[in-house]
């Protein structure tokens, strides 16, 4: 018997992590076809096959598992520019393929952003951890900004305002190409961002 604890636990653990999970890709799938303010907790346990009170044993509320789905991806977005932070011999078409990247994220998660964007609004939770990854970003990119100046790749005269400006306005234009359908055309997404960072920071 003494065998067997250990086993049992285990398993208890697998069914309570199984559980979670079907939890978040639910609403995952959700998310592709309606918005979050029109997602409630009863849509997210009917479709994971749970009771409202197994949902409460992972998540405190709905905003806790928007958090959730986050802060799997945030790692992600901070990362996906780093060809272009990393530096090299040719920023211009470093920053394309790191802008590619986005884009490709942006599709493939692009509802659940939207989402984080929408709860932001009411949620100081939500707008914590959102302003927190967008701060990080901008000053990652005023960096990337930075070393081009002193390698003699761009001039720009404040590279914390250009950073915000370009970021925000990328974040806006990412948001409605894949926040909602229908998509926009990813390869066209990605020229225009492209062509408005390469002709702003290398002309």
């Known amino acids: 018997m003494m065998w067997d604890v250990p086993a049992d636990r285990a398993l208890r653990m697998l069914r309570r992590d199984q559980a979670r999970q079907s939890l978040l890709d639910t609403t995952h799938g959700l998310l592709e076809r309606r918005p979050w303010p029109e997602i409630t907790i009863d ?3 009917t479709g994971a096959g749970m009771s409202r009170t197994a949902f409460y044993q992972h998540f405190g ?7 959730t789905l986050f802060g799997a991806l945030a ?7 780093d060809t272009w932070m990393h530096g090299g011999e040719d920023p211009a078409a470093e920053h394309r ?9 942006y599709l ?5 952003l939207q989402a984080v964007f929408d709860a932001a609004v009411s949620e100081p939770d939500v707008a914590a951890a959102y302003e927190q990854l967008a ?4 000053a990652a990119t005023a960096d ?3 070393r081009d100046v002193a390698n003699g790749h761009t001039q720009v005269d404040d590279a914390e305002e250009m950073s915000r400006a370009l970021s925000a306005m ?9 926040g909602r359908r229908p998509f926009a055309d990813p390869a066209a997404v990605t020229a225009t961002l492209a062509t408005v960072w390469t002709r702003t920071l290398y002309r």
């Open 43 to 45: 849509d997210i346990t």
């Open 61 to 67: 509320d709905r905003q806790h598992l928007l958090l």
């Open 75 to 81: 790692e992600d977005l901070a990362h996906v520019g």
């Open 97 to 105: 393929a790191s802008l590619a990247a986005l884009t490709n994220l």
């Open 108 to 112: 493939e998660h692009g509802r659940l």
């Open 135 to 138: 701060a990080g970003i901008v």
């Open 144 to 146: 990337g900004i930075r």
């Open 170 to 178: 990328m974040e806006r234009y990412l948001l409605r190409s894949f």
